[in-house]
């Protein structure tokens, strides 16, 4: 991708115009939603002029959900509890502001079939019996296009696995343009810090940490208390030779490269000074030093959540004014969208 940002580690630069992101509420946060985006998303409050932070719950039921009223609350009071700011920035569902799937299926007629059967994650999330995923799976990518486009968003912070969703993105929004002869979308850039991009589970280092993939174990939670992480961590896959001092050294040590660039993520430095820090010490030793700053990081947002989620009225409220603003912002670019595809205006 020409246009992509990859960040080594954070932004300083100028502000950014207007930022979009989303995150599925189709089960907890876990480590990997948080060092990839959702982390990015609070920082970025400070040097933006305009956020949207989006629960996706429409994309979520592309594949069957037993609780998605309960776990879109938690997720809401997940990021307020990691430090999004209801009142700077906008928290919505998806569902609640209509232009989304307006919007997305008009780009369904805009992205070719062509550019669909390219996405590796509807490949990946289909599985064997594709002819049993939902047309919702494999649309998918063009509704998260509309998510983007219908904003003016310019940046879109998210880990390494959505990449060529954004690609894709930026494909229709050129589509469109070039088609109606006006620039109506931005035509937006990825906003990917490589430190935490793209983090995996605790218990294979080849698989990705995920909500639904994989096991529990693999997996750390917003919700989990310090027991729970000192269990899992202590349990994670190691090998059995000591940390290297250089980063060539964790080269084809897959759990070793993951345990170590989580804790640099967690503490915000490199890779290389992590290392100097924690090269040499035994994977015992290793695992006590990660169950400290992850218990630093995380426990206290994992309370500040539970808090949060108990207070379902204030959830809701922030929520209710959230989908009213986006739907007032995106309101001017549905209108231009409706009129550039020429549909009759009857009222
Ligand atoms: P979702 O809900 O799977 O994940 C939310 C965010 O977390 C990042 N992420 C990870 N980062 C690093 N390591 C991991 N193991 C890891 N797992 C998840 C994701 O990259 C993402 O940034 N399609 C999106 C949701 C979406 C969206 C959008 C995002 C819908 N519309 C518009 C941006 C803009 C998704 O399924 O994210």
């Known amino acids: 991708m020409t246009d992509s940002t990859i960040f080594s580690r954070g932004f300083a630069g100028e502000k950014l115009a207007c930022v979009f992101s989303g995150i599925q509420p189709s089960g907890g946060l876990h480590l990997g ?21 989006c629960l996706v719950d429409c994309h979520a039921i592309t594949v069957s959900q037993s609780s998605l009223r309960d776990q879109t609350l938690s ?46 994650q509807f490949k990946e999330k289909a599985g064997k019996d594709r002819e049993q995923a939902s047309v919702g799976l494999y649309v998918y990518p063009v509704l998260m296009a509309a998510d983007i486009l219908l904003y003016g968003t310019t940046h879109v912070p998210v880990g390494d696995d959505q990449k060529q969703h954004l690609e894709l993105t930026r494909d229709i929004a050129q589509r469109f343009n070039h088609g109606c002869g006006k620039e109506i979308f931005s035509v937006p850039t990825p906003f990917i ?12 280092g080849s698989v990705k940490m ?3 993939g994989s096991s529990a174990m693999g997996r750390l939670d917003l919700t989990d208390g310090l027991d729970e992480i000192a269990l899992k961590v202590r349990k994670a896959k190691t090998d059995s ?35 100097r820090d924690v090269g040499g010490m035994s994977f015992s030793k290793f695992k006590d030093v990660l169950v400290d700053v992850l218990g630093e990081v995380m426990v206290p947002k994992g309370e500040e959540m539970r808090r949060l989620r108990a207070d379902e009225g204030y959830l809701m409220e922030v929520l209710k004014k959230g989908g009213e603003h986006a739907r007032a912002l995106s309101e001017g670019r549905m209108e231009r969208v409706r009129r550039a595809m020429e549909f009759l205006e009857v009222d």
């Open 210 to 212: 995920s909500k639904s």
């Open 33 to 53: 939603n948080y060092l990839g985006a959702v982390r990015h998303w609070v920082s970025l409050q400070d040097c933006s002029e305009r956020r949207f932070y």
């Open 241 to 275: 030779t000591v940390l290297p001092s250089e980063e060539a050294g964790l080269e084809g040590r897959l759990e070793a490269k993951n345990l170590v660039g989580i804790y640099a993520a967690l503490r915000e430095v490199e890779v290389s000074e992590a290392l």
């Open 193 to 204: 810090v490589a430190s935490g991009a793209r983090v995996m589970s605790l218990r294979d």
């Open 75 to 120: 997720m809401a009071a997940a990021l307020l509890a990691c430090g999004i700011d209801a009142e700077s920035s906008v928290l919505f569902v998806q569902s609640s502001n209509p232009h989304h799937t307006e919007l997305g299926w008009i780009l369904s007629c805009v992205a070719r079939m062509g550019w669909l059967q390219r996405m590796t």
